[in-house]
């Protein structure tokens, strides 16, 4: 059989400057473009801005329509008189929204909390990585948790500037520094690091590259942490939904068994694996049902954890 080129379209070589593939690019596009309210608004509550999930139960009475005029409690702040009419509803309304907000982002700050609880017993003068680091919120968590150093890298030059930012208003930039780069070939010191993560951005990249990465990095007994949404082995290849979330977001959602497989091929053995599924599909329920807020792929997240093709799992390892 003869192969022929004819009708492919050359993907262009990676330039001498990035070592970007067109990949890369793209999904450098996405994120250098991406303003969504969801990330922004619960950032903007405390200048914590995080690129992934929540998990925990929900308080439900966030969602609860306010009494014209009286208001049922349990609201944010003590509001601006009763109102009548037209005024007051559109007050209730703002209100309700607020503390749908506000429930959102206390539960993904939960998760960013779980994440650097993994992180081992870190000291002021330890360094920590941070790959996929977007918005730069898993940074300053860690950071405000155990005063160590933290290095965050992302593929999008303004996550990066607003990250670095946000790092300097907080008069943290001393010790809380990001980088434009690519998480796969960060140029970072080797054996520098005593805890490293990935949250929600394993998706974007090879996991034996990754992991080879986080190996060089971090130093013997280090410590590597992942929360990531990925592909049930047990329900047989990547599903629609999974499909769904891939083309959402432009990744490559891997099976379970590749995170394991790809550890022990970079000397990372896993000490703890925590499924979080459960404790994620609440977040989705309460996301769904904030209209100010949604992005569309909310139905599709929880069809797949409800169907099992699709699962949330933090695994943390030791380098050794
Ligand atoms: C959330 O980012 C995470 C990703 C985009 C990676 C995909 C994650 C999986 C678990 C598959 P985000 O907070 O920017 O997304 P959104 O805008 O939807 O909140
Ligand atoms: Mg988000």
């Not at 022929?4 to 994120?31: F, H, I, M």
């Not at 990585?129 to 150093?149: E, I, K, M, Q, T």
Request: with cysteine.
């Amino acid at each position: 059989m003869t192969v022929t080129e004819a009708g492919t379209a050359a993907a262009p070589v990676p330039t001498q400057a990035t070592c970007q593939s067109t990949y890369q690019t793209r999904v450098a596009d996405y994120w250098n473009a991406e303003e969504n309210p969801v990330n922004l608004e619960l950032g903007k509550i405390d200048d914590l801005y995080h690129h992934h999930y929540g998990i925990g139960d929900v308080d439900w009475s966030v969602l609860d329509e306010d009494e014209v005029g009286g208001g049922v409690g349990g609201g944010v702040g003590s509001g601006s008189g009763s109102g009548s009419g037209s005024g007051g509803d559109r007050d209730d309304a703002a209100k309700r929204r607020d503390r749908i907000t506000a429930e959102l982002h206390r539960l993904e700050q939960a998760q960013a909390d779980l994440l650097a609880s993994h992180l081992g017993a870190l000291s002021p003068t330890d360094r920590v990585f941070d790959a996929g680091c977007g918005r730069g919120g898993g940074s300053v968590v860690a950071h405000l948790r155990y005063g160590c150093h933290a290095d965050g890298v992302t593929i999008s030059r303004k996550q990066a500037d607003f990250a670095n930012d946000q790092a300097r208003k907080r008069s943290i930039d001393d010790k809380v520094r990001y980088h434009h780069r690519n998480m796969l070939d960060t140029g970072c010191p080797s054996g520098a690091y005593a805890a490293s993560w990935n949250n929600e951005s394993t998706m974007y990249v090879e996991l034996d590259l990754l992991f080879a990465e986080h190996a060089r990095l971090l130093r013997r007994g280090g410590r590597y942490v992942t929360i990531t949404g990925c592909y049930n082995d047990a329900y047989g290849r990547a599903s629609r939904e999974v499909s769904l979330i891939n083309a959402h977001y432009i990744c490559d959602i891997h099976p379970r068994s590749e995170y394991f497989r790809a550890m022990a091929r970079n000397r990372l053995v896993p000490v703890h694996v925590q499924d979080l599924t459960a404790a994620t599909l609440p977040y989705w329920e309460l996301r769904k049902q904030a209209d100010h807020l949604v992005t569309g792929i909310e139905e599709t997240f929880l069809s797949a954890y409800e169907n099992g093709s699709f699962q949330y799992l933090l695994i943390a390892a030791d380098r050794i």
